[in-house]
């Protein structure tokens, strides 16, 4: 009851500016009008919505100052969940003849925001689209116009009213379209298969933002698809300069690079040079396991025993118990098989992803945080457990 006495503060605070109005001009029938309101206001707090409406639906028939009301109290039933209720209130307010214009568009706008919340995309676009050009309502038109897009997949329309939001508000938009240009160019790419479609896409992301990794691994797979290695380990060690925390997205296609050309020694040598500046456990089990190609099983120990002591992970411990299972055997390897065992299941277990924005956890990768809709805060968990001082 208390939280709904706090919903109801917007219609109390219209109602006694209305109030206030009715006796400034002293007109006929203010006093049953009042007695009307508080009737409404009743039935609310009695939670019979259906009532309250009706005698709102009514005040607004006889005095248009009665929108007021009728914004806030469908602003209410938004809140409070009740969608359908506030479509309702607002469409009724919205066929009024006798609005201002300021009336009819704030009440387009919160009629826009209630088919959002409904998910009504379609009627809500209409709304918006209509309120794009009025200086009042522009900037939060165009922006719920952005999500509508989103949610719709209407990319290049994304794009142009993120353009557009730039030259309204100054804020910047170029994560967020350089993300959209990605979006399109895969869908050229992986379902179209116009790689030329898809490239052009992809250094527009560039354009509009450099440290777009997404468009530089995407970038380096259609090089892959192409058979030019070359390119595609350059786009794809581009992603470790742009934002180290995906570079463990590309560590798979960077070894299948370097393979086909025969540079594996190249390939040590460059982990070496990451390492030294991100010990996570991804990269740790790449570099041994480009040692144990390259130099054998007792390099790769070597590097191992060395690394963990000082930055353990799970990835690098199971990595060294794999190497020691095919070393020993008797009770030795039943111990170290144990443990391999849980750390697979441990590392099978665990969410590979965070949001650096919510927190929101997930096993597989997403551009866009399906909790907080944030772009390129999704990133893969580094398994460092600690780093010890000395």
């Known amino acids: ?41 009743n039935y609310l707090i009695d939670d019979k919505p259906d009532q309250a409406i009706e005698v709102f639906t009514r005040m607004a028939d006889v005095d248009r100052d009665t929108a007021e009301i009728h914004l806030a109290l ?13 479509i309702h209130i607002h469409g009724s307010l919205i066929a009024r003849t006798n609005l201002t214009v300021d009336q009819r568009q704030r009440a387009a706008l919160e009629l826009g925001e209630d088919y959002l919340r409904a998910g009504l995309f379609d009627r809500a676009e209409a ?12 900037e939060v038109a165009v922006s719920r116009l952005i999500y509508i897009f989103q949610q719709e997949k209407d990319w290049r329309q994304a794009i ?10 100054g804020e910047s938009k170029r994560k967020e379209t350089a993300h959209f240009c990605c979006e399109l160019a895969e869908e050229a790419a992986f379902r179209k298969n116009e790689a030329e479609e898809a490239t052009a896409w992809l250094l527009d992301a560039l354009a509009r933002d450099p440290s777009c990794t997404r468009a530089s691994l995407l970038l380096g797979r259609l090089a892959v698809r192409a058979g030019d290695h070359r390119s595609a380990i350059e786009a794809f060690q581009a992603v470790e300069r742009q934002d180290r925390g995906y570079f463990p997205e590309v560590i798979a296609a960077l070894t299948q690079c370097f ?20 010990h996570s456990g991804r990269i740790t089990d790449a570099l041994a396991e480009g040692l144990l190609k390259q130099e054998g099983e007792e390099a790769a120990l070597r590097f191992l025993d060395r690394e963990l002591r000082e ?25 170290l098989r144990a443990l391999h065992c849980i750390s697979t ?29 944030k772009w390129s805060t999704i990133k893969p968990i580094s398994d460092l457990v600690m780093k010890t001082d000395g």
């Open 1 to 41: 009851m208390i939280e709904l006495l706090w919903l109801l503060l917007p219609v109390a605070a219209a109602s006694g500016w209305w109030v206030a109005r009715q006796a400034y001009l002293g007109r006929v029938g203010a006093a049953a009008r009042d007695a009307d309101y508080f009737k409404g206001l």
């Open 74 to 86: 469908g602003n209410l039933f938004r809140r409070r969940g009740e969608v359908d209720r506030a």
């Open 127 to 138: 709304l918006f689209q209509g309120l794009v050009d009025q200086p009042d309502y522009m």
């Open 160 to 169: 142009a009213f993120c353009d557009r939001l730039e030259r309204i508000g």
């Open 259 to 278: 393979g086909a050309l025969g540079r594996l020694d190249e390939w040590v040598r460059y982990l070496w040079d990451v390492q030294g500046r991100d």
């Open 311 to 335: 930055y353990p992970t799970l990835l690098g411990l199971r990595r060294l118990v794999e190497i020691k299972l095919g070393r020993c055997e008797g009770a030795n390897y039943a111990d």
């Open 345 to 373: 299941q441990m590392l099978n277990g665990a969410a590979r992803y965070r949001c650096a924005n919510c927190g929101f956890v997930v096993k597989s990768l997403h551009w866009c945080c399906p909790s907080c809709q």
